[in-house]
């Protein structure tokens, strides 16, 4: 992207405190994982009691290694951990809300939030396969653990298009009508 995904902003909100407030509406506790950026990323981080930072060195690795750290991040005896990504800023504090309930009334390993039959973020994974996640090849991401049995899937249809909405590129931010901050909000 060339500047930090975290510190693109929907109308005043930096994506990073939209989406913790979002999330933490669903969760007891979010890991924010930083890696790139993290110097400029960790001052914006909202202070909040049930958030918790941890920091990716590795973060060059892809996104499975980030995934790896915050579940090292993780309290003993946890559930399940629900795995959102940056660059997916739109997704509704009812969505969260959902594919949690889903996961908990549901006997699936995994839920995944779909929007028009499209897999999207965030997907909640259960404790069970953490183990998975930490030896899964980082190359081939968490894709590999979600697609390695259909029959522990569930999905969790949501009229929300946040969940699909990945902006990777200045392109993504534009065709979604957002904007990328001003060079001078990075100094």
């Not at 890991?31 to 981080?45: D, M, Q, T």
């Not at 920091?55 to 892809?62: L, M």
């Not at 309930?101 to 999207?120: M, N, P, Q, T, W």
């Not at 965030?122 to 991401?141: D, I, K, R, T």
Request: glycine share 8%; charged share 25%.
């Amino acid at each position: 992207m060339g500047f930090p995904k975290p510190l693109l902003k929907i109308g005043g909100e930096t994506y990073l405190t939209r989406l913790a407030a979002a999330m933490l509406t669903a969760v007891d506790r979010l890991v924010v994982v930083i890696g790139a950026h993290a110097a400029l990323v960790r001052p914006v981080v909202p202070a909040h009691p049930r958030l918790v930072i941890v920091e990716n060195p590795d973060f060059a690795r892809g996104q499975l290694s980030s995934l790896k750290r915050g579940l090292a991040g993780l309290r003993p005896g946890v559930r399940a951990a629900m795995v959102h990504l940056i660059d997916h800023p739109k997704v509704e504090a009812a969505t969260f809300r959902g594919v949690v309930e889903a996961f908990l009334h549901d006997e699936k390993s995994i839920v995944i939030a779909r929007y028009g039959g499209r897999r999207g973020h965030p997907v909640v994974f259960s404790q069970a396969l953490f183990a998975e996640l930490l030896q899964a090849s980082e190359e081939l991401g968490a894709r590999v653990v979600v697609n390695a049995d259909p029959a522990r899937v569930g999905y969790f249809d949501v009229n929300d298009p946040g969940v699909v909405l990945d902006l990777d590129t200045p392109d993504d931010v534009a065709r979604a009508g957002l904007s990328k901050p001003a060079k001078r909000d990075l100094e």
